[in-house]
């Protein structure tokens, strides 16, 4: 009987560790992240602000966060120094990340934006990281979205 109180009770703090260290959106919208919920973008005035910050060259921070088709959060933090614009790409709470590393960081010199019939897409150019070589493309949003959420 004893053992079996023990094992319900670490089931119990399992479940309640598990739930106390997830990320869901609704946690993320709180924050004042941006959501890309693989579709959708919720809070994304957060990004036009951070945008706009840039343009003015004032110094800003904004995090997007991504989410897996699993549901796992993947966080875009972004620091602009007025100069340049820092990303932290962190992947440590993706279960399905791969072998590469959970967290990579590089530094950008602008953002550039591709205005497409359906698709907006946000990409940071210039990257010191040879994996950005091309870009890096923070986010892309449905026209018809943009301004929903």
């Known amino acids: 009987m004893r053992r079996k109180a023990t094992l319900l009770l670490i089931?119990?703090?399992?479940?309640?560790?598990?739930?106390?260290?997830?990320?869901?959106?609704?946690?993320?919208?709180?924050?004042?992240?941006?959501?890309?919920?693989?579709?959708?973008?919720?809070n994304f005035v957060m990004f036009?602000?951070?945008?706009?910050?840039?343009?003015?060259?004032?110094?800003?921070?904004?995090?997007i966060t991504n989410y897996s088709v699993e549901g796992d959060p993947i966080f875009y933090d972004l620091n602009y120094d007025g100069s340049s614009i820092d990303l932290e790409v962190d992947q440590s709470k993706d279960k399905y990340k791969g072998d590469g590393p959970a967290k990579v960081q590089m530094s950008c010199t602008h953002m550039a934006t591709d205005d497409g019939q359906q698709v907006v897409t946000y990409t940071l150019e210039g990257c010191d990281h040879q994996s950005a070589d091309e870009g890096f493309i923070v986010l892309s949003v449905l026209k018809e979205e943009e301004h929903d959420h």
Do not use: W
């Open 48 to 63: 036009e602000i951070f945008l706009n910050s840039i343009e003015t060259k004032n110094a800003d921070t904004v995090r």
């Open 11 to 42: 089931a119990i703090m399992g479940i309640v560790l598990g739930t106390a260290c997830s990320y869901d959106s609704e946690k993320a919208l709180k924050n004042g992240d941006v959501v890309n919920m693989n579709g959708p973008v919720y």
